[in-house]
């Protein structure tokens, strides 16, 4: 019943494919940008002398990238390379979509992984403190601090953590950009927002189910604060916060582009921000066809985990 | 008890003092002579796409590029090259045909020799259309390159390439090793393999780039102080967006040099002796806005004049730029050798001239707006101009100087690209321009008739007069600098009476570095060089 499910979820990848890819298409082709005058004139960044380029060379530059083909035409070719799992190469860099995706998401995966991390560890502590302490001061801070957090911008945040943690205190360096300590600041950045979000809705979850029968009768039994909270009533207070995690996950992917980039990070954000300055057509459209994919696969594990955190629940067939 | 209060007190001030005294910034250090060894770690804001000089698009890349491929011959200023591949070089009175000959004693990075074959197949590299390399651009017309030996190559052109021996001081057509890019493949693009001081040692992830020494390197440029290898081990790049991230890692000692720091600081760290500020006066075409001559009321050479008198350049350069750059008064930089000293006396800020110009053409103004009319439509102009914080800076404070006088100015800052469209489109009155060159024929990429069509629009002011044309052809066909240097004279007095721009300031490249980096150097052509830098003292410390 398991793997039927998963079958069927995983059919639905295919028109989830299809409208990603064709409105990413259509959107780049939309906006009246040329990308070959942009790689031609250098784009926005350039240096030293630059070179005054004719008309010939750009008209023989749109053939060679299929440009002055019909968009229909473009787009099927698209299609035809992600059947036989070709990305295309990319404008500008001449390398392989796939492998410069593949180069660059092992970074962005282990900072999208911590920040989650972040965001359910903290989340989650601060929702039970505040359900647990509810109508105190505990509650009343971390709720505050919950605020704070959804209302700081990630950019911001990102320099005064840098400005904090590295500079004044020197606890970590400024420029780390590998092994654990250059994923201790950016990890928190980005989770930060997502374990606001997790605590509010941890918070007000718990509350509900600490007010359930079965949870007053735990009490009336005698089994300790400790007991009743996190073996009885947390993991049901849990659905709703999973089905969150799977949603602040793509939250995460847009906020890994920011923190990349205040970070000086590798990853499929930096990359895709180069893409999209430059009109990169195929890096553009690879990159975006692999965050959807992964947004859906992410969301599959968060409806599977449903089943785990309560029993009752049935993939298909809940009563 | 007063007597012991007053031991407290002098006690504490007298520790105070001491105090005060330690904590002042140490005298910088005699430098001394260079010291070889250590890491250098520059913090650049750019990661640049691809390495490879021959085909790679963001001319950003030949500030590393500069340092791992060697040119056939060094500029040292625009109209004086010296050896450095070729140890010498012929060029045909008709500009036609160029003959480099080669030294017979450099080595690639990859051991391999360099040879005429190897020069020529770098630059029919760069010629094949399957490539897509603007750098074919830097050729003359219908090239044909010769090898009569090993150390000789000769290339012709069917027309004269007066500009060739600058192009060919370029990192752009520095020779790689062919063995290289047919071992390597697409791997190449990213580790090129050339002659330079150093040579590509690895990539870390995707944001760090590490060059080392080339020990065998002993063909510097003459005008450097280092003939031999580098005086440092290794450089290692890293590439961060965020300018607070690189300031404050260079502020922390973790890196030595971090590249484009935020303006209001540079006079900071000008004045701070833990640092030096390195920069470079961008030659060539100045940050300009020229106004659209096709379309109303920029086409109204009254208009022109009177938005011209009424901006204060010298304001501009003090509070966007805090005072960090020249104004601009012409068509050419001052640090271009064909600037025309007149130029600063044109469009001296009046604004009561602006006025007064208006009223004399016949416009009036609406009491009710402020601004001036004529025949009921309101005398307002779109600045089109890329959203970049110079620009918004610029454009907001030259808004409220038009004000003053009754003009409205919109500026539309924008994404370079969207900006490109509308020039395309032909829906600005004013554009953004500027333009990197140390020859003054940059003029006509940006003024002759022939630039309105080109797919950005070099020529963004429309400009189509066939008197300008001629002169900027004169320009690029003659030979002698002084002939040269008036012809270019008078396209700038003809400009200049046109009032034809609006010319606001010159760029320039700045870089912040430790004060224990020695030797560390932007060439003439606006690249960074690394050939002579050592570091000195606890410098050495920093990137092992």
């Known amino acids: 019943m398991l793997l039927a499910y998963v079958r069927r979820r995983l059919v639905t990848l295919i028109p989830v494919i299809f409208g990603v890819t064709f409105f990413a298409f259509l959107m780049l082709h939309l906006v009246p940008v040329d990308p070959v005058v942009l790689i031609l004139e250098g784009g926005p960044t350039t240096a030293g002398p630059q070179i005054q380029v004719t008309q010939e060379t750009y008209d023989s530059m749109r053939r060679q990238l299929g440009l002055d083909r019909p968009l229909l035409v473009q787009y099927g070719r698209f299609l035809g390379r992600i059947a036989r799992g070709d990305l295309g190469q990319s404008f500008v860099t001449k390398r392989n979509v796939s492998e410069m995706i593949a180069a660059n998401a092992p970074a962005t995966i282990e900072l999208a992984a911590a920040g989650m991390g972040v965001a359910i560890v903290l989340g989650i502590a601060l929702g039970v403190a505040a359900a647990v302490r509810r109508d105190t001061w505990v509650d009343a801070g971390v709720m505050a601090v919950s605020v704070l957090g959804l209302s700081m911008p990630s950019f911001w945040l990102g320099i005064m953590f840098i400005l904090l943690i590295s500079f004044k205190l020197g606890l970590l360096p400024v420029l780390a950009t590998s092994g654990w300590q250059g994923l201790i600041l950016p990890a928190l950045v980005l989770g930060l927002r997502a374990a606001a979000v997790i605590a509010r809705l ?73 893409g999209i300055n430059l009109k990169d057509f195929p890096l553009i459209q690879g990159t975006v066809l692999v965050l959807a994919i992964s947004y859906v696969c992410v969301n599959l594990l968060v409806d599977l985990s449903y089943a785990w955190l309560n029993p009752e629940i049935r993939l298909g067939t809940q009563r | 008890m007063r007597r012991k209060h007053q031991y407290m007190i002098a006690t504490v001030f007298g520790l105070v003092c001491i105090m005060t005294l330690g904590l002042q910034a140490a005298p910088a250090p005699q430098p001394g002579a260079p010291q070889r060894g250590g890491t250098l770690v520059v913090v650049a804001a750019v990661k640049p796409d691809m390495l490879d000089p021959s085909i790679h698009f963001n001319t950003l890349a030949n500030r590393i590029s500069r340092n791992t491929h060697d040119s056939l011959v060094s500029m040292e200023n625009p109209n004086k090259f010296v050896p450095a591949l070729a140890e010498r070089w012929e060029v045909a009175k008709d500009f036609k045909t160029f003959t480099f000959f080669l030294r017979k004693d450099v080595k690639f990075h990859d051991g391999t020799p360099l040879t005429a074959e190897a020069v020529k197949a770098t630059w029919e590299r760069s010629l094949d259309p399957a490539n897509r390399a603007a750098q074919s651009q830097l050729f003359g017309k219908d090239p044909k390159i010769e090898t009569p030996n090993a150390s000789t190559v000769r290339i012709s052109f069917a027309e004269p390439h007066p500009r060739f021996l600058q192009q060919v001081s370029l990192p752009q057509l520095g020779p790689g090793s062919p063995a290289a890019w047919q071992r390597m493949g697409q791997a190449y693009l990213m580790s090129p393999v050339g002659t330079g001081p150093f040579k590509v040692e690895a990539w870390q992830g995707e944001n760090t780039l590490i060059l080392a020494r080339h020990t065998d390197y002993r063909w510097g440029p003459s005008y450097g102080q280092n003939r031999g290898a580098p005086y440092v081990d290794r450089i290692i790049f890293r590439f961060v967006p965020e300018e607070a991230a690189r300031t404050l890692a260079l502020e922390r000692r973790e890196i030595h040099i971090a590249e484009e720091p935020a303006r209001q600081s540079v006079n900071t760290y000008q004045s701070d002796q833990r640092f030096q500020i390195v920069q470079f006066q961008v030659p060539g075409l100045p940050q300009n806005w020229p106004f659209n001559t096709t379309r109303w009321p920029s086409y109204e050479l009254a208009v022109r004049r009177a938005v011209v008198h009424a901006i204060d350049r010298e304001r501009i350069a003090k509070v966007a730029f805090f005072g960090t750059v020249n104004v601009a008064y012409g068509p050419l930089t001052q640090s271009n050798w064909a600037f025309w000293p007149e130029a600063k006396n044109y469009h001296r800020y009046d604004p009561k001239k602006s006025i007064e110009i208006l009223e004399g053409a016949g416009f009036k103004k609406n009491a009710s707006t402020g601004f001036y009319e004529k025949d009921g439509k309101p005398l307002r102009m779109r600045l089109v101009t890329s959203s970049t914080d110079d620009q918004v800076k610029q454009g907001t404070m030259v808004q409220a100087m038009l004000r003053e006088v009754g003009i409205d100015l919109v500026v539309e800052a924008m994404s370079t690209a969207a900006s490109f469209a509308r020039y395309r489109n032909n829906d600005y009155e004013l554009a953004r321009h500027g333009l990197n060159t140390v020859d003054p024929d940059g003029l006509s990429f940006a003024y002759h008739s022939q630039q309105i069509t080109t797919a950005a629009v070099s020529n963004r002011g429309r400009l189509s007069f066939k008197a300008l044309d001629l002169m900027l052809e004169r320009g690029r066909a003659a030979t002698e600098s002084e002939e040269r240097r008036r012809v270019y004279w008078q396209v700038q007095k003809t400009l200049l009476d046109m009032a034809n721009s609006v010319y606001t300031t010159e760029s320039t490249y700045f870089n912040v570095a430790l004060s224990c980096v020695q030797g560390f150097r932007w060439n003439a052509n606006g690249y960074t060089e690394f050939h002579d830098t050592w570091l000195s003292g606890d410098c050495r410390r920093i990137g092992q």
């Open chain 1, 202 to 274: 941890t918070r007000s979850s718990l509350v509900e189910i600490l007010n359930l029968e079965y949870v007053r009768t735990a009490w009336a039994k005698g089994l300790s604060g400790r007991s009743v909270v996190y073996k009885h009533a947390l993991r049901n207070a849990l659905i709703p916060v999973v089905t969150v995690v799977g949603l602040q996950f793509g939250n995460l992917l847009s906020g890994a582009v920011v923190v990349e980039t205040v970070f000086g990070r590798d990853g499929l954000g930096s990359m895709a921000v180069r």
